[in-house]
């Protein structure tokens, strides 16, 4: 299908891009690298006025190292943060995360922040930024404030960001030395996930010291599996007792039921996954 009609927009500063999006309301949409919205806006589930491309903004991109932290800027590119050499030595469940994402034409052109803004709790980036601990900083007509990651996914498809804010970067803390591994069941190649499972584990001689769990597809929206995370600490990194802590994956959860599968399979998948992720995390 062909889109709607829309007035397109290109500022070149992230005011201006503030500014646009408070003129334009609920009429407007923010645009990076389309992964997202374009699909939505060729079926004609969306149909805004005016879309507002944040491409063109130099303090959107990039990667630094600021201190116990990186700072990754909301356009900056799936491909570019996944490889990374500070993204790779700092947080490594972000770059084996985004290389289950999609196929390369999208890492290419989608961004690691309009992925984040969309939502979609079957999105592969959601649970590792929130296992992780990240914060993000966005922008609005009322200046910038910093959500942290328990706070920013709201519902499905939903964050706890304004109409009138935009993403500006997200600073994940490092996690130099860990283990990290993302876990993903699909039925096809390049599918959204039934259930995955992002696992970053520090290990001293062999015992689990500190772990970190996210569940991707298990609820409205990314999953932080602390009873998990709670039950590792201390245990040996073996398949028996990594086995009876994943046992406890899909606590508190709600999954979805679809054509995939429904609630009770994907609980299992959870456990079963999570079991996995971490073993494979402890053995880096």
Do not use: C
Not at 108 to 116: I, P, Q, V
Not at 128 to 133: D, I, Q, S, W
Not at 191 to 197: G, L, S
Not at 198 to 227: C, S, Y
């Amino acid at each position: 299908m062909i889109p709607a009609d829309f007035d397109y927009l290109a500022p070149t500063t992230l005011d201006e891009a503030v500014a646009a999006l408070a003129e334009h309301g609920d009429d407007a949409k923010i645009i990076a690298g389309g992964q997202s919205l374009l699909p939505v806006l060729r079926m004609r589930l969306n149909a805004p006025e005016v879309l507002i491309d944040v491409g063109r903004i130099e303090g959107l991109r990039g990667i630094r190292d600021d201190g116990d932290a990186l700072v990754i800027g909301a356009t900056t590119t799936h491909h570019t943060v996944s490889g990374d050499p500070l993204v790779r030595k700092h947080a490594a469940l972000i770059a084996k995360a985004i290389e289950h994402l999609a196929d390369a034409q999208v890492r290419h052109r989608g961004t690691f922040g309009g992925a984040l803004s969309h939502a979609d709790p079957a999105g592969d980036l959601g649970a590792p930024v929130l296992a992780l601990g990240a914060e993000f900083l966005v922008a609005g007509p009322g200046g910038r404030r910093t959500i942290a990651a328990d706070d920013f996914f709201d519902d499905f498809f939903t964050t706890s960001m304004a109409d009138d804010e935009l993403l500006v970067e997200v600073r994940i803390p490092k996690y130099t030395g860990w283990g990290a591994h993302y876990e993903k069941f699909v039925r096809v190649a390049h599918q959204w996930p039934i259930v995955a499972v992002a696992a970053a584990v520090r290990t001293e001689g062999g015992t689990i010291a500190e772990a970190r769990v996210g569940l991707t597809n298990m609820d409205v929206t990314p999953v932080r599996a602390r009873a998990v995370e709670e039950a590792l600490v201390g245990l040996p990194a073996t398949d028996e007792a990594v086995r009876q802590a994943a046992a406890v994956a899909a606590d508190g959860t709600n999954p979805p039921t679809d054509l995939n599968g429904d609630a009770d399979y994907r609980r299992h998948l959870a456990a079963v996954l999570t079991r996995r992720a971490v073993l494979a995390a402890a053995e880096v």
